[in-house]
């Protein structure tokens, strides 16, 4: 594990859960949509943030929402380079759902298996530290070899031993049509 993670995860579970919890609205709060663009491309928080047993994969897909679009555009220093960047771990992330609530030690393989083509200095900076990850055995992909986002695979929903023939996704997520 990484220098933060290994900090953090010294750290008593309460002080874990409200770091992790309160770090990025608080950051949004204030306006530092640049500390927040930051720790979102941060391998080592999205690690810890996945790992954490109350919170997981998918409280991290929602921290990429806490800053709207139009608040991204009119603060100066979040520019359209950092939205894309971000636009497009948060779209991994849904992508590899499945995968990382099954094993929460997959996320560098995802990360690297469908990011590595895209040359933004963020997710770049990212990847570099994902590479590094010391989990137990892995395979590091060396090249693009996953979906990447902005294709095809949206999310793998599970659960249903039938076939499915058609699927309705509301807007509020719980009702069924």
Request: charged share 25%; with cysteine; glycine share 4%.
């Amino acid at each position: 594990m990484g220098e933060f993670t290994d900090k953090l995860a010294a750290k008593p579970l309460f002080y874990q859960r409200a770091y992790l919890g309160s770090l990025l609205p608080n950051y949004v709060k204030s306006g530092n949509l640049e500390k927040y663009s930051q720790k979102l491309t941060d391998f080592n928080f999205l690690m810890a943030k996945i790992q954490h047993p109350e919170f997981g994969v998918q409280a991290l897909i929602d921290d990429f929402d806490l800053v709207s679009a139009s608040e991204a555009v009119t603060n100066l220093k979040y520019n359209s380079e950092t939205a894309k960047a971000l636009n497009l771990i948060q779209r991994v992330l849904w992508m590899s759902a499945d995968i990382l609530e099954r094993d929460k030690t997959k996320l560098a393989e995802q990360l690297l298996g469908r990011l590595q083509d895209f040359e933004m200095p963020q997710i770049q900076a990212m990847l570099e530290v994902a590479k590094q990850w010391k989990a137990p055995p892995w395979l590091r992909p060396l090249t693009a070899c996953l979906t990447p986002p902005r294709r095809g695979l949206l999310r793998t929903l599970e659960g249903h031993s039938n076939s499915v023939y058609a699927v309705a996704v509301t807007w509020e997520g719980d009702k069924e049509v």
